[in-house]
């Protein structure tokens, strides 16, 4: 694997994230993705898409993804992405997210691919009956990322052997095509207790979308009777919240619960163990429940509101695209010029 350091990259910085069209957003989702997306938009410039292409990797309903898509897009807006600042739009309405995917297929190693937990969890038993596009899905996230030369990526902690990835791919290709610094080593920004949500009902497993158990995550659009309920019969241990931070070890469902309400109010384990610790989760269930209702309940409602008309959201997904393509077009032209494509 080749070894470039990011300073040999001298562009300006840039972020770019997404989330797949494939079923309802969680609050590992939000906590996560969404708002680190909202934070860093005014930081930098913000490129968010809908990751419609790497959702048919699996089967979705074709009469269904559109507004899976549209669902997402109305998420971003509703949890504070603003689409005056950031750039918002549905993947394969930017073709070249998929040229470059096959370019970076050509460039990253099978062995590379092979190491990829996630796709063996996607695939379970049954790898030879998953799809092509399952396992070459991370070549297309490096090529979503490294097309726009993004250089922050905010991401859960699910994704970071992905970002690993990228950055082989984009120093492999720096190194293979002597185009020193063409590509950024993008960063990824997963710190915070946000990173990595567990199910409500199993500390040691990630709240996940296709968790058969819609009471193991609470979902964006959840009402606040089912988010409080939700809480309440979450699983806990019998002890009462720790007193230290490292009370927290050994104890992956207290350690959740403790880990989200410190990404909810912006506070540290430490602060919610300063307040809470020593108390039964009788104390911190209701409180919990109260500040996921506070933040949450708002998302939820503005994107029932969004999405009970379509027109806006068509229209920031439409006026996004056409910035993402003239963002897109003139790095996947660099890039063609440098493989050494005819007219390129
Ligand atoms: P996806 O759609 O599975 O998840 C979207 C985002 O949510 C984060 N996330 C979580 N964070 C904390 N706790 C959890 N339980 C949890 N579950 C999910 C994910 O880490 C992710 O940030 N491959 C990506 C989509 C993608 C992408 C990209 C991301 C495609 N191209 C380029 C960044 C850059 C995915 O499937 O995310």
Request: glycine share 8%.
């Amino acid at each position: 694997m080749t070894e470039e350091t990011p300073a040999q990259y001298a562009g300006p910085k840039r972020v770019l994230s997404g989330v797949q069209s494939s079923g309802a957003l969680h609050l590992g989702n939000y906590l996560g993705a969404l708002v680190k997306f909202t934070r860093l938009q005014h930081e930098m410039d913000t490129f968010i898409f809908v990751a419609d292409l790497h959702s048919i990797t699996a089967w979705q309903e074709p009469a269904l993804l559109a507004a899976q898509t549209r669902e997402i897009a109305a998420a971003y807006i509703a949890a504070g992405l603003d689409p005056k600042v950031a750039t918002i739009f549905p993947q394969s309405a930017v073709p070249e997210h998929a040229e470059l995917a096959w370019i970076f297929n050509c460039v990253a190693r099978l062995g590379w691919l092979d190491r990829m937990t996630q796709f063996k969890e996607k695939s379970g038993q049954h790898k030879e009956r998953s799809s092509v596009g399952l396992y070459t899905y991370p070549v297309l996230q490096a090529a979503d990322i490294l097309l726009y030369k993004a250089t922050h990526v905010p991401v859960g902690e699910d994704q970071k052997q992905h970002l690993e990835l990228t950055r082989d791919i984009a120093g492999k290709f720096n190194h293979d095509f002597d185009a020193p610094g063409f590509f950024p080593l993008p960063e990824s920004l997963i710190q915070g207790p946000g990173a990595r949500v567990m199910s409500l009902r199993d500390g040691l497993a990630k709240m996940s979308k296709s968790d058969p158990s819609d009471a193991s995550r609470i979902n964006l659009m959840d009402d606040a009777d089912t988010i409080a309920n939700k809480i309440k019969r979450a699983k806990t241990d019998p002890l009462p919240v720790p007193e230290t931070v490292e009370g927290l070890e050994g104890r992956p469902e207290a350690d959740n619960l403790v880990g989200i309400y410190a990404a909810l109010t912006g506070a540290t384990k430490a602060e919610v163990i300063a307040e809470f610790g020593g108390k039964g989760f009788g104390t911190l269930k209701p409180a919990l429940a109260a500040v996921a209702v506070d933040k949450l309940g708002p998302v939820g409602g503005e994107m029932r509101r969004l999405m009970s008309d379509p027109t806006e959201i068509d229209s920031v997904l439409k006026a996004g695209a056409e910035k993402a393509r003239a963002a897109a077009a003139p790095v996947l032209a660099e890039t063609r010029k440098r493989v050494g494509f005819w007219g390129a």
